[in-house]
Every structure is written in structure tokens, then in C-alpha cells.
């Protein structure tokens, strides 16, 4: 984001916060709860959301050398991620060439070779075949065509992508677009290094998940006692771009630039991006470290989920180790809110959706980022959108 920008986004959080306003979607929308327990509409998301569509699976950090890997479990295929010896990002399924069994069960580090604990079968971090023992009983046999199974992977904007299917087409620029493209490259996310994370299965629908990131008006609610006591709730930034979009939260300090020159204003001091990247993505950079929040849903039940959650320091900012241990705590601490404030939230409304008492929730006119993301997935389902219905 450029400094005009910057400024630009600040000077409308400062008229908003003087005029008692905030981003207006000029009306209001009523979700269906069944958005949120269908078990038809869940088994067409993960396959059109999940299965077979591009995945955003971490930074360029989370593999910062060659033969580093990282592994996953979050969609229907295991993924083995790996930085290869010439320093390619490289995407394999995690599964033993020979009879399946995984490959690699650590979830993150660093190896030359990747060798299966059934019979012993080891492949190179270019997912080749390289150790076979008493080949022999196998006969003649192309290794070749004994790597691991490599899917589509592409590193872009300091970001890790993959296609869950080998026939794949991965197009991360086409994926965001120009725009959004500009602006996160802007970020150099590609210098961040991974710092820690977490995982939270939680009893909501993984777009419950989603929903809780697309509004302050509940800063000074639910969050009175932590998240308020560093940031305005009710009043954000909001930009849509194509199927993604972007808040800009407003911090307290943001008191600070009405006596500084705009020249010295800067947005990750005096605000928080939160980036919702379709389907299932929130990037939230600040100055020091970025937050990153992928929601899965279960396999077969529309009221749970898994939120894997991400932090990644930026260099420069930590002089020793117990600064790194400091960003990680904090981080930490972030997610902690995130999982006993708003997940539980979240767990609460799945309970009362469940219950099929209520026909629809309301999405308010200050918080258009869930009208957009409900109309997102809607649109791309084929189904009918949301419709608006101004109100005085
Ligand atoms: S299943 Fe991997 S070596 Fe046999
Ligand atoms: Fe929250």
C-alpha cells in the first residue's frame, strides 16, 4: 500500500471516528442459519472450495531453505510441502509410493531425504524415488514413475499456493487479480519468518469462523477487556477487490496523527489490515509480526471446523531470542482472544443454527464484509445472492 493510500485510509478512520460514522453497505442482509448447517450446501463447499480449488498453505517463511518441509492435513489430500535443493517450492501428496502409508508425519522441519517407516522406501526433496530396499522383489521397475505425486505449487507474493488435484490449474495473479496483487506484494510477506501456530477445532461452521473477522462493532462488547484496549471498535476501513476484500481497523493511537504531519503517518501504526483472501483465508499484517488464519471445515459435520493460526515476525524487529520469544508469545496471546472470545461466539451461534429456531441472521449496515463474503460463495455456488434492503 502506498504512502498516499496510507494516508488517504487514515484520514477517512479520523472523519469517521470525529462524525460518529463508520463504512456503510447501504442496507441491510438476512442470512439464511442454514448457510451454516446444510449438510448438502457443506459437502459442495469442500469439494468446489477445498477439494478442487487453488489453497493458499503458508508463507515463502514457512520453508526457509533448502529441503525444508512442512506438512498438512487440512484438505482430503495430505500435503507434503517442501523448499527443494534448488530452492523451488515444491508441492507432493504425502503418501508412500509403494501401499499409501504416509510419508512424513513430523509437521514441520528439515530433511535431504523423506523415508517411509512401513518397508523403508525413501524419496529426495524433488519427491524422486531414491532407495528401494531388496529392489529385487520387485522386479523391473521405473523408478521414474515411482515419485511421489506432484501437484501444482506456486509461490507468489511471499505466499505458498497449491492445488489440492495433480490436474490442477494454479493462477495465483488471476486467482487475486492486479489490484490486490500490487498491494500485497507491497507487504514483502516473502521476508517474514515463521515464528509459531496453533490449531483450534471449534464447534461452528468454518464460515462462522470467517464472519467473525468482518466487523469491529463488537470491539467494545466482546472484547472490552483485551482487543478494546488498543483499538476503536465501529469504525474500519472497507475495500472490495473482486472475490476478496480488506479492513482496515482503527487503532487508539490514531489520536496521536492529528499532531504529526501526514508525511510521518503510517497505516500498521495507526491501523490493522485484515485481509480476507477467498475462500477461507484472514492475512493481518501488522508492523512487527503478520497473523495468518486458515479455516477448514470437518469432513462431514457443518458445525465444526479447524482454524489453523499462523505468526510470522518480520526481520529486523527481534535483536535476540527472547525478543523472538516475545513476538511469539504475543502472538500467541492474539490467537488465544481470537479462540476464547470470538470463537466461542461463533461455537454459540452454530448452537442456536443447529437448533433451527432461527429462520436468518442479520448482517448490519456496518458490516459489509460479511454481505460480501456471504455473497462471494453464494454467487460462486450458483446460488441466489443476498438481496440488499435499504434502510433510513
Ligand atoms: S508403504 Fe512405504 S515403503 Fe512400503
Ligand atoms: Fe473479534
Known amino acids: ?28 442482509r438476512y442470512n439464511p442459519t442454514t448457510a451454516y448447517t446444510d449438510r448438502s450446501l457443506a459437502a459442495i463447499e469442500r469439494r468446489e472450495f477445498f477439494d478442487t480449488h487453488p489453497q493458499l498453505v503458508g508463507l515463502s517463511g514457512d520453508l526457509p531453505e533448502p529441503g525444508s518441509f512442512v506438512t498438512q492435513n487440512d ?36 530433511k535431504r531425504r523423506f523415508a517411509c517407516p512401513f518397508h523403508n522406501w525413501t524419496y529426495d526433496a524433488d519427491g524422486a524415488l531414491c532407495g528401494l530396499p531388496k529392489s529385487e522383489h520387485f522386479g523391473e521397475l521405473d ?111 490514531i489520536e496521536e496523527a492529528r499532531q504529526r504531519p501526514p508525511s510521518e503517518w503510517n497505516i500498521t501504526r495507526y491501523g490493522l489490515p485484515v485481509y480476507w483472501l477467498f475462500p477461507n483465508v484472514q492475512l493481518i499484517p501488522s508492523r512487527e509480526v503478520l497473523f495468518l488464519v486458515r479455516a477448514y471445515p470437518h469432513p462431514d459435520d457443518p458445525g465444526r471446523h479447524t482454524s489453523q493460526i499462523s505468526f510470522y515476525l518480520r526481520p529486523g524487529i527481534a535483536r535476540d531470542e527472547a525478543e523472538i520469544d516475545f513476538f511469539a508469545e504475543a502472538s500467541r496471546g492474539f490467537g488465544t482472544v481470537i479462540r476464547d472470545e470470538d470463537y466461542v461466539m461463533s461455537a454459540s451461534q452454530q448452537l442456536s443454527a443447529n437448533s433451527g429456531a432461527l429462520e436468518h441472521v442479520v448482517f448490519g449496515r456496518n458490516e459489509p464484509a460479511l454481505h460480501h463474503f456471504h455473497n462471494t460463495y453464494r454467487a460462486a455456488l450458483g446460488q441466489e445472492l443476498l438481496e440488499l434492503h435499504p434502510t433510513a
Open 1 to 28: 500500500m502506498d504512502h498516499a493510500e496510507q494516508i488517504s485510509h487514515i484520514k477517512t478512520l479520523l472523519a469517521r471516528l470525529d462524525s460518529g460514522t463508520n463504512v456503510d453497505a447501504g442496507g441491510v
Open 75 to 110: 484438505l482430503g489430500t495430505p500435503l507434503l510441502l517442501v523448499r527443494s535443493p534448488s530452492g523451488r517450492f515444491r508441492a507432493f501428496v504425502n503418501a508412500c509410493r509403494h501401499r499409501g502409508v504416509v510419508l512424513e508425519s513430523q509437521a514441520r522441519g528439515r
Open 143 to 253: 523408478r521414474d514413475d515411482l515419485g511421489l505425486v506432484e501437484l501444482p505449487a506456486a509461490e507468489h507474493c511471499g505466499l505458498l499456493w497449491v492445488h489440492p488435484r495433480p490436474d490442477g490449474v494454479l493462477d495465483p495473479e488471476a486467482l487475486l487479480g492486479a489490484e490486490l496483487t500490487a498491494d500485497l506484494a507491497g507487504w514483502d510477506f516473502g521476508a517474514l519468518a515463521w515464528l509459531g501456530g496453533d490449531a483450534y477445532s471449534v464447534e461452528c461452521n468454518w464460515k462462522l469462523a470467517m464472519d467473525t473477522f468482518g466487523e469491529t462493532y463488537h470491539f467494545p462488547v466482546l472484547h472490552v477487556d483485551t482487543l478494546s484496549n488498543d483499538f476503536y471498535g465501529n469504525v474500519q476501513c472497507y475495500d472490495e477487490f473482486g472475490r476478496h476484500h480488506r479492513l482496515i481497523l482503527c487503532r487508539r493511537v
